[in-house]
């Protein structure tokens, strides 16, 4: 009989770790889901609480995570967009079908790759140092003094996150969505003699509304996911500086991990 406390081996200890992950999950989600009410009440409420969450920081995380990151996303999404241009000119050659490569990239863009490397960048350079940020203060026990002055961590630090990232997440992808339909504008000029306006003029007629408005969608979730994924890791930190490491990496791969599996299921849904 094993001892209790003790881990089991075999099959009985593999169920058992999966039981436990399957709880740690689950309190964790929870717990994520509940900051997340509770957040939202300070955004909407606070004002009559005479706490109201502060617009300045609002507009320095803005900042950080909107118009820093602009530069290395349009990059990124030119980049997709010109390899999107040679794959598709290659692949719809074999049909005799290449002129259609303006609608494959049309809609790639739009509803796909524009929202998902936009997540995936955010949380990777904000979403990481959002966490890296919360537990340095926990760690060093700023958030405890926070509290002994009255001050909710939650309307102090999560809220002006979490809005500047439901504003700027939408935008960065719209930013995303022009640059990676440029970037196969540009490519398929050179490689199908189409003038980049006839390029334009036709992705006009094939996109309707509701392709952008899918992408704009799935960029306010994943503004949810990394900022629920980063604060939720940041406020669990333990062990020092280590554990801020530990903490932050968790974060950035949880958050890349929920995105690409929420884009699955959006994709899954919105096009049956």
């Known amino acids: 009989?094993?001892?209790?406390?003790?881990?089991?081996?075999?099959?009985?200890?593999?169920?058992?770790?999966?039981?436990?992950?399957?709880?740690?999950?689950?309190?964790?989600?929870?717990?994520?889901?509940?900051?997340?009410?509770?957040?939202?009440?300070?955004?909407?409420?606070?004002?009559?609480?005479?706490?109201?969450?502060?617009?300045?920081?609002?507009?320095?995380?803005?900042?950080?995570?909107?118009?820093?990151?602009?530069?290395?996303?349009?990059?990124?999404?030119?980049?997709?967009?010109?390899?999107?241009?040679?794959?598709?000119?290659?692949?719809?050659?074999?049909?005799?079908?290449?002129?259609?490569?303006?609608?494959?990239?049309?809609?790639?863009?739009?509803?796909?790759?524009?929202?998902?490397?936009?997540?995936?960048?955010?949380?990777?350079?904000?979403?990481?140092?959002?966490?890296?940020?919360?537990?340095?203060?926990?760690?060093?026990?700023?958030?405890?003094?926070?509290r002994v002055m009255g001050i909710n961590p939650l309307r102090y630090l999560v809220a002006p996150a979490l809005l500047a990232m439901l504003v700027m997440l939408p935008a960065l992808t719209i930013l995303a969505d022009i640059m990676g339909l440029l970037g196969g504008a540009v490519y398929t000029a050179l490689a199908m003699d189409l003038s980049i306006y006839a390029y334009l003029d036709r992705t006009a007629a094939v996109l309707q509304l509701d392709d952008i408005r899918q992408g704009l969608v799935k960029s306010v979730v994943f503004a949810l996911i990394i900022t629920l994924v980063a604060v939720t890791n940041g406020f669990a930190v333990e062990g020092g500086a280590e554990g801020v490491g530990r903490a932050t990496t968790r974060a950035v791969v949880l958050s890349i991990a929920y995105i690409v599996v929420a884009d699955m299921l959006f994709t899954f849904f919105l096009t049956r």
Request: no cysteine; aromatic share 6%.
């Open 1 to 146: 009989m094993a001892v209790e406390g003790t881990p089991h081996s075999g099959i009985g200890g593999a169920v058992e770790r999966l039981g436990r992950g399957t709880v740690r999950s689950v309190e964790e989600w929870g717990y994520a889901f509940a900051m997340l009410v509770e957040t939202f009440y300070w955004i909407l409420a606070g004002h009559f609480q005479r706490q109201p969450v502060r617009l300045a920081p609002v507009a320095a995380r803005m900042m950080t995570i909107g118009v820093q990151a602009a530069p290395i996303l349009a990059v990124l999404t030119f980049s997709i967009g010109v390899m999107l241009a040679i794959q598709g000119i290659h692949t719809l050659k074999l049909f005799g079908a290449e002129s259609q490569v303006v609608v494959g990239i049309a809609l790639s863009v739009t509803r796909e790759f524009g929202p998902m490397i936009t997540g995936v960048l955010v949380a990777g350079r904000s979403g990481s140092a959002l966490t890296a940020e919360i537990g340095t203060k926990q760690i060093s026990q700023e958030i405890d003094a926070l």
